[in-house]
């Protein structure tokens, strides 16, 4: 009997994919589940997946994995979809597929599955990650296949006793792990319309923020964030932190309507308190210590990061080329951050280390000034050379015309 190891998370898609999978194909279906740092949500998965019908059930905790060797590089880079998204959700799915690999090879099994649409970004992140790692694997979308909605979904699942967490009523799907959460579905699909607070679970509405602000010193070494308020925490700890805290300021609610991969503009809300709290501090540190030229180079490279993350091109010659790149530079990016979290806004207010360029004798304005400003004039009167040559040219082309006789050509220089 063939087998498939399906990528399970205990909601509707999945829920409803392990008897559809077992029917289409007569085939014994295998469960994963990943623990990315979603928390209770896993309480009971491997109980679920076995009462719904999989043969066996496997729960994976690759939460330090997933934050060493996922978020961290990405983190690092500096990778934020079109400047807003920082990919919990993109950088969760090569580290999945990784999995269903490895364990359809323990188990003897031909084909993966997974729970994507056939229309959303996931699909193409798993197909094509797969892939990579082994061409010969079988992939199977049942979303893509089934031709359901939403409620029929649902209603297939209750017509099998299958419990879901999905009803009509309430019909957002959500995906969260350590970096964050997505909320898609339902009013969300309209634009124009504000997001009920029904949706948010890690971040507070702005009313119900705390009337003083919060400071943090986030101290990082080499790029990795180490510790808060000088309490040294393990990467998914110190993660798991900020995003309490941060989520307590109402810091990391992201409402935007980004460009997916398969052409379609689609209206997103994502809840990332830790992730835009590190993010605006590792890149205020980098500025500190990296020259401009390199600075810049690198913003150009995060924005090639990030589309490979979102278009699901992990596992790629170009992505572990930018790593290397990104690693080049780490070792300056050692020092302390501070922020301040006040009703929604996250602002750096404070950064020092020990390898700034930052000079404040030849920054002051004050007594103790070391810049040479007799430099100046030489420095400007190079620098505008070319704009002065242009200049000089322009001026001398114009004499010319205005000197020759009513129409007779002028050769310009």
């Not at 990405?74 to 920082?86: K, S, T, V």
């Not at 017509?159 to 969300?188: F, H, K, M, Q």
């Not at 835009?276 to 980098?286: D, P, T, Y």
Request: with cysteine.
């Amino acid at each position: 009997m063939e087998r498939i190891v399906l990528a399970y998370s205990g909601g509707l898609d999945t829920s409803v994919a392990i008897p559809w999978l077992a029917e289409r194909f007569g085939a014994e279906v295998i469960t994963v589940t990943m623990d990315l740092g979603q928390g209770r949500e896993l309480d009971d998965v491997r109980e679920r997946a076995l009462r719904v019908g999989a043969v066996r059930a496997h729960v994976v905790d690759v939460r330090d994995e997933f934050a060493r060797e996922y978020i961290l590089p990405a983190l690092q880079a500096g990778a934020i979809y079109e400047g807003r998204y920082p990919m919990a959700t993109s950088l969760g799915r090569p580290l999945i597929t990784k999995k269903l690999v490895e364990i359809a090879e323990i188990e003897g099994a031909s084909a993966i599955a997974h729970g994507c649409t056939g229309k959303g970004n996931d699909q193409v992140r798993m197909d094509v990650s797969a892939r990579a790692l082994n061409p010969d694997i079988r992939v199977i979308a049942p979303a893509r296949l089934w031709g359901m909605t939403r409620p029929d979904e649902i209603e297939y699942a209750r017509a099998r006793n299958i419990p879901v967490p999905a009803t009509v009523e309430s019909p957002y799907s959500t995906d969260a792990n350590l970096w964050g959460r997505s909320i898609e579905c339902g009013v969300l699909e309209d634009p124009w319309i504000e997001p009920p607070e029904e949706i948010y679970t890690l971040t507070r509405a702005i009313p119900q923020c705390p009337d003083d602000p919060s400071y943090l010193e986030i101290e990082f070494e080499s790029g990795v964030p180490t510790t808060v308020d000088g309490i040294s925490l393990p990467l998914t700890e110190l993660i798991a932190s900020l995003e309490t805290v941060a989520g307590a300021h109402g810091v990391g609610r992201i409402d935007m309507v980004e460009n997916r991969l398969v052409g379609i503009k689609s209206r997103e809300i994502y809840e990332a308190p830790a992730a835009v709290v590190l993010h605006a501090a590792h890149k205020e540190l980098e500025g500190l210590v990296v020259p401009r030229d390199l600075e810049r180079l690198k913003s150009e490279l995060a924005i090639t990061y990030a589309d490979l993350v979102y278009n699901g091109l992990w596992f790629t010659p170009m992505r572990t080329a930018i790593d290397a790149f990104v690693a080049t530079v780490q070792p300056r990016v050692t020092g302390t951050v501070r922020v301040k979290l006040f009703k929604g806004d996250c602002r750096v207010v404070g950064r020092r280390s020990p390898y700034a360029l930052y000079d404040h004798g030849l920054a002051t304005y004050d007594a103790g000034d070391l810049f040479d400003h007799t430099a100046a004039e030489g420095f400007i009167k190079i620098f505008g050379l070319p704009l002065e040559t242009a200049a000089r040219k322009a001026a001398a082309r114009a004499k010319q015309a205005q000197a020759a006789p009513s129409g007779v050509g002028v050769t310009g220089a």
